[in-house]
């Protein structure tokens, strides 16, 4: 096709937006990693480093160490708590409730705590906290109480407890996938939160007969940690690549829970574009490979350039590109090329 004929079918577009436009989907994907500095923050002291050293994924307790000034002292601490992450599923649809924001989530968490206050000694505390989850968020609210155990520093004694309100966000990303069910191509982006950074990419995906959706290539949010290089690598990147297969789930909504690089993720993707009213998401619409011909002899009613065919019981398009004529067909939602040689239409390929 030349440059021209190119360029003039920008230009219909660009006034007939329906004719050539990618749908979209929205792209859900979380995550059980959390930023637990929430834990150590104080109102009287301030936090000047703070290190995860495990993040609990795989022997579900998190270790963490760090430094702050309390009260104009320097001090160091080291932590370790069971993870929130369970893989508690009350309603058993083999979904982890930590992963399903729209249900009530609560866990109780326990560890303990060892600081030192530089020129006065050192002090060790139990920690207990309830964390239950914000309601349709990937968040939890945090109350902690500390309670300490033993000290060596004059002015704090075994028994002292302090109370502590915060809240956590887990690291997920949430954003859109713009697929072409054609070409069956994708492009995708997604904006991060509990972390920074975003992400995007693209890809080819397919049908498969089971009703799952393959796609060649997605991004995982990870903590970019250079702590974790060469003892949990996939937490030293920001994200992480594979390709994904998703099932078909029920309405709008395909969901998988997956593991990549040994971190676990859930993903939901939700398409709401139903073309042909079959109550399924055009992401599914399998569209048979080859070549497509329309015969658009007989009775028409014209209302140029918009055309009613009897015959093909549906209203087309025509317009004259360069050397050809063109024909956009509604019922398929595609572009077809009159070859005089032959006196029929057959498929475009922009």
Known sequence: MSFIKF??????TSFFPFLIEAKTATLKIYSPLIDYEALFREDDAQLLSYNLLDAGI??????????????????????????PFTSIDNNLNGIYDFFEI??????????????????YG?????????????TGQHSFNLNETVTVQSSSIDGIYPGQTEYISESLTAVHALGTIYYDEDQRTYTYSLGHHGTSGT?????????????????SELSFPSINDD?????????SKKTLISTLTIPYIESNKFHVMTTIQDVPYFIIIEDNN????????????????????????GWNYHAWPWIFNVQDQDWLYYHFADTDWLVWRNKTLSWLRFNPSTSSWGSLSL
């Open 274 to 297: 139903d073309v042909n009213s079959d109550n399924k998401p055009d992401l599914l619409t399998f569209k048979q490979a080859g070549v497509e011909t329309i015969d658009l002899n």
């Open 199 to 215: 992400a995007s990419g693209s890809g080819t995906y397919q049908v498969n007969s089971d009703s799952s959706i393959a796609f």
């Open 122 to 134: 050192n002090f060790n505390a139990n920690i207990f906290a309830s964390i239950s989850r914000i």
């Open 102 to 119: 729209n249900n009530n989530f609560r866990i109780d968490v326990t560890g303990s705590a060892s600081y030192s206050l530089q020129g």
């Open 58 to 83: 795989q022997n579900n307790e998190v270790r963490v160490s760090g430094s702050m000034m309390i009260q104009g002292v320097y001090a160091t601490f080291t932590g370790n708590f069971t993870s």
């Open 7 to 12: 360029l003039t079918l920008a230009y219909i």
């Open 227 to 235: 702590t974790f290089g060469s003892t949990f690598p996939a937490l």
